[in-house]
Each structure stands twice: as C-alpha cells, then as structure tokens.
C-alpha cells in the first residue's frame, strides 16, 4: 500500500538539508527526496512506518525535528488506511 502526503515548504526543505548533514539516517531521507513529486511525498506503508518510528524512539535531535510534523502527517495517513 501506498501512503500519500503533501509537504510544506519547510519539510521539503528539512528533507533535503538533512542530506547534506551526513550521518546514519541518510538513506531514509534520500528514500524520502526520491519520492517527493512536487509537493507530494508517495511511499509504502513500511518506509512510512520506518519514518514514524525513528521520529519517535530515537529522542531529540536535529533530523527527529525535520521529521516531526511529516512523521505526524504520515502517522495519520497510515491510521486512516487501516
């Protein structure tokens, strides 16, 4: 299943300035850049659930922050399909 969200100017850009920053969750936000069409971020049910997590169960941080209101949106995207 595909989940579906439209991003702000500002997650967009979290997006992608968390690329450059390095680290470990590089390949979750290149996952996420691959997937952005426009405004439209579109990936499966697992990347979606992948993003949620990290953004919950790995404290605060500067990439929890970008995640947060897009691992929200994706959150209730995933609630309103099960």
């Given at each position: 299943m595909l989940v579906s969200i439209t991003l702000t100017d500002d997650e967009i850009a979290a997006i992608r300035?968390?690329?450059?920053?390095?680290?470990?969750?590089?390949s979750l936000f290149r996952k996420l850049e691959d997937n952005l069409t426009d405004r439209q971020l579109?990936?499966?049910?697992?990347t979606?659930?992948?993003?949620?997590?990290?953004?919950?169960?790995?404290g605060e941080g500067g990439w929890q922050s970008a995640l947060q209101s897009i691992a929200a949106k994706l959150k209730a995207a995933v609630q309103g399909t099960t």
């Open positions: 300035a968390q690329q450059k920053e390095g680290g470990g969750f590089q579109t990936i499966d049910e697992r979606a659930t992948r993003t949620i997590r990290y953004c919950e169960d790995y």
